[in-house]
């Protein structure tokens, strides 16, 4: 038997030297370690702040973490992390709490897709596993990926190879989804015109494969604050809009009167483009397409102060 004692940063149960998939803290649990892990714990004596999970596929799939904790419980944890990782560097701050974004909100999500012996596979990774978890009632992401699942599976029965996994990075935009893909079978002449044929049926808004763009009748394109701008395929962006919000409003708020403002690691402009309604804004980005978009996005809108943009890798010269 063992006593948890704490949560590592990635949610998991440690005591006893080992780490206890989805323990809580004060739980007496046992079970098999292998690799320093116990990935299938029974739970002798649950923590107060145990609850059921809310979704059906949590037992399976990796994509969520703390399903079994209560709201209180997650809210104090992860403001925990946060709070250690600032000490650890000498930093006392003070922390308001956390913005939760609601069910079935995230607009953007990287899948992973298996070719089978009759069709396709797509979903979320099994926790500290390779193996893939369809998803079909998943709480975290908008309804219209979840509907988007079938023109997935197309798409890795067509493209997809027995031996390896699919990424399927899916984002939802004012035109409809993008899906960009990468570890797909390399183009030929074949795939290139069945592919977009697939994604046309499906109505998607642009198919990227292995950084080509294969299907696309208009840019997509995302707003932010009075400009719009398209991002390259499969382009980071915050994985919600509430959260997007949230942070606005606390940069926003950091910013205060300033005139001239450094934006680090800008995208394509979340905080950039918004901010540009009442300062002068550099921006630095190591992906040049994404500084790109965010330049054709500012170039068109009305009322924006000056942007300037500098490529530049910032891990390496920061």
């Given at each position: 038997?063992?006593?948890?004692?704490?949560?590592?940063?990635?949610?998991?149960g440690?005591?006893?030297?080992?780490?206890?998939?989805?323990a809580?803290?004060?739980?007496?649990?046992?079970?098999?370690?292998?690799?320093?892990?116990?990935?299938?714990?029974k739970?002798?004596?649950?923590?107060p702040?145990?609850?059921?999970?809310?979704?059906?596929?949590y037992?399976?799939?990796?994509?969520?973490?703390?399903?079994?904790?209560?709201?209180?419980?997650?809210?104090?944890?992860?403001?925990?992390?946060?709070?250690?990782?600032?000490?650890?560097?000498?930093?006392?701050?003070?922390?308001?709490?956390?913005?939760?974004?609601?069910?079935?909100?995230?607009?953007?999500?990287?899948?992973?897709?298996?070719?089978?012996?009759?069709?396709?596979?797509?979903?979320?990774?099994?926790?500290?596993?390779d193996?893939?978890?369809?998803?079909?009632d998943?709480?975290?992401?908008?309804?219209?990926?979840?509907?988007?699942?079938?023109?997935?599976?197309?798409?890795?029965?067509?493209?997809?190879?027995?031996?390896?996994?699919?990424r399927?990075?899916?984002?939802?935009?004012?035109?409809?989804?993008?899906?960009?893909v990468?570890?797909?079978?390399?183009?030929?002449?074949?795939?290139?015109?069945?592919?977009?044929?697939?994604?046309?049926?499906?109505?998607?808004?642009?198919?990227?494969?292995?950084?080509?763009?294969?299907l696309?009748?208009?840019?997509?394109?995302?707003?932010?604050?009075?400009?719009?701008?398209?991002?390259?395929?499969?382009?980071?962006?915050?994985?919600?809009?509430?959260?997007?919000?949230?942070?606005?409003?606390?940069?926003?708020?950091?910013?205060?009167?300033?005139?001239?403002?450094?934006?680090?690691?800008?995208?394509?402009?979340?905080?950039?483009?918004?901010?540009?309604e009442?300062?002068?804004?550099?921006?630095?980005?190591?992906?040049?397409?994404?500084?790109?978009?965010?330049?054709?996005?500012?170039?068109?809108?009305?009322?924006l102060?000056?942007?300037?943009?500098?490529?530049?890798?910032?891990?390496?010269?920061?």
């Amino acid at each position: 038997m063992i006593t948890v004692e704490r949560l590592n940063t990635r949610a998991e149960g440690v005591g006893g030297g080992v780490s206890v998939a989805r323990a809580l803290p004060g739980e007496v649990v046992e079970g098999t370690p292998e690799g320093g892990r116990i990935a299938q714990p029974k739970i002798l004596t649950p923590a107060p702040e145990r609850v059921a999970a809310p979704c059906r596929h949590y037992k399976a799939c990796g994509g969520c973490a703390l399903q079994h904790a209560s709201d209180a419980f997650v809210e104090t944890w992860k403001t925990d992390v946060v709070r250690q990782a600032m000490a650890a560097q000498g930093i006392d701050a003070p922390i308001r709490g956390i913005h939760t974004s609601p069910p079935r909100s995230r607009r953007r999500a990287v899948l992973g897709g298996r070719r089978l012996k009759s069709g396709a596979l797509v979903g979320f990774h099994a926790r500290a596993s390779d193996s893939v978890t369809a998803i079909p009632d998943c709480l975290l992401l908008d309804p219209a990926l979840i509907a988007a699942i079938p023109a997935l599976e197309a798409l890795v029965a067509e493209g997809g190879s027995r031996k390896g996994e699919m990424r399927l990075a899916v984002t939802l935009f004012e035109q409809g989804i993008e899906v960009s893909v990468t570890e797909g079978k390399p183009l030929d002449k074949a795939l290139s015109l069945s592919l977009p044929q697939i994604a046309g049926q499906f109505g998607l808004a642009r198919l990227a494969w292995n950084g080509e763009v294969l299907l696309q009748e208009e840019p997509p394109v995302l707003r932010m604050g009075r400009a719009r701008v398209s991002p390259p395929p499969g382009a980071f962006l915050q994985a919600t809009p509430q959260g997007e919000a949230a942070l606005l409003n606390c940069v926003t708020e950091a910013v205060g009167d300033a005139k001239q403002v450094v934006d680090l690691f800008a995208g394509a402009g979340t905080f950039t483009l918004p901010l540009a309604e009442r300062a002068e804004i550099h921006a630095v980005e190591g992906y040049a397409p994404m500084l790109a978009a965010m330049d054709r996005g500012w170039r068109n809108a009305q009322g924006l102060k000056r942007v300037t943009s500098e490529a530049r890798d910032l891990f390496r010269r920061p």
